[in-house]
């Protein structure tokens, strides 16, 4: 590999190994004290703002699925990695525009950032037209209802943002698949009271919707916490990567 080294460090691999330990030792005492399966939870690497040249580091040392939230940053670097022979699992984590899903169901395996039904169709007639297999998709909830941040509303009716309209619209949409939910702490919540929220909104929606039982919750700051609650998907960024310059 190509010594692309951005951050100074004279031994990323090792420093990114070092960061993949300490994440992979947390995420396993969490599974110990909540009683769960190792197995159950898979851990997505957030790459965001960090280099193609990470990804692939990361690849190499086990890592299996990697997350962006920006498709301008990532569409390039999915390149890149596949260019050099890496195929890790894309997750995109954040807001994305209608115009903007075209380009992303190109390299995505996953979109886990679906809050309202026009997202939905644009999805959809984006993965028809632009990918052979199905999209995965976990819808985005609301945790505190607060309309600035996104997601869908949990016990609301409305018809482009109720959780249950974009669930419907999803398991009808020709090229995508109902896989779960997700979300993310609201600022200012403790995680606990945020994910056990969670927990509930996800038990009444597996009731629905059986098939769809990944739920994507927990980052760095909150990892055990949403573990606890049965998240089988955390997304961890600066744990693993370091501090990123951007808050983002
Ligand atoms: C950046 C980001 C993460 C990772 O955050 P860290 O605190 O760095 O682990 C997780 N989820 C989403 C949606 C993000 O945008």
């Given amino acids: 590999m190509p010594d692309a080294n951005p ?3 004279p031994d990323r691999r090792a420093e ?16 110990v004290a909540a009683g769960r399966d190792r197995s159950e939870v898979t851990m997505v690497a957030v790459t965001k703002t960090y280099p193609a040249s990470d990804v692939l580091a990361l690849a190499g040392l086990g890592v299996s699925d990697v997350g962006e939230n920006r498709d301008q940053e990532a569409a390039g670097k999915a390149a890149e990695v596949a260019a050099a022979g890496a195929d890790p699992r894309w997750h995109f984590i954040g807001q994305l525009q209608r115009n903007k899903c075209r380009s ?14 026009r997202l939905v169709r644009a999805l959809g007639l984006a993965a028809v037209a632009g990918r052979d ?11 505190d209802a607060d309309p600035v941040r996104g997601g869908a509303l949990p016990g ?58 990944a739920l994507s919750a927990g980052m760095s700051g909150d990892l055990e916490t949403a573990i606890g609650y049965g998240a089988t998907h955390v997304r961890v960024g600066s744990a693993l ?5 951007t808050l983002r």
Avoid at 16 to 31: E, F, K, Q, T
Avoid at 104 to 117: F, M, N, T
Avoid at 133 to 143: A, C, E, M
């Fill in 104 to 117: 992303v169901v190109r390299y995505a395996d996953v979109v886990q950032s679906v809050g309202s039904v």
């Fill in 16 to 31: 990114l190994a070092a960061g993949l330990a300490w994440v992979r030792s947390r995420i396993a005492d969490a599974c």
């Fill in 133 to 143: 297999r199905p999209l995965d998709v976990l819808i985005q909830v609301s945790i």
């Fill in 156 to 213: 609301s009716a409305d018809p482009d943002a109720g959780l249950y309209p974009v669930a419907e619209a999803v398991a009808g949409a020709d090229g995508l698949r109902l896989a779960g939910l997700m979300a993310v702490a609201p600022l200012g919540w403790e995680p606990e009271r945020a994910f056990a929220r969670l927990a509930e909104v996800a038990r009444g929606f597996r009731a629905a919707h059986p098939e769809a039982v």
């Fill in 241 to 245: 990567l370091g501090m990123r310059s």
């Fill in 7 to 9: 951050t100074g460090c």
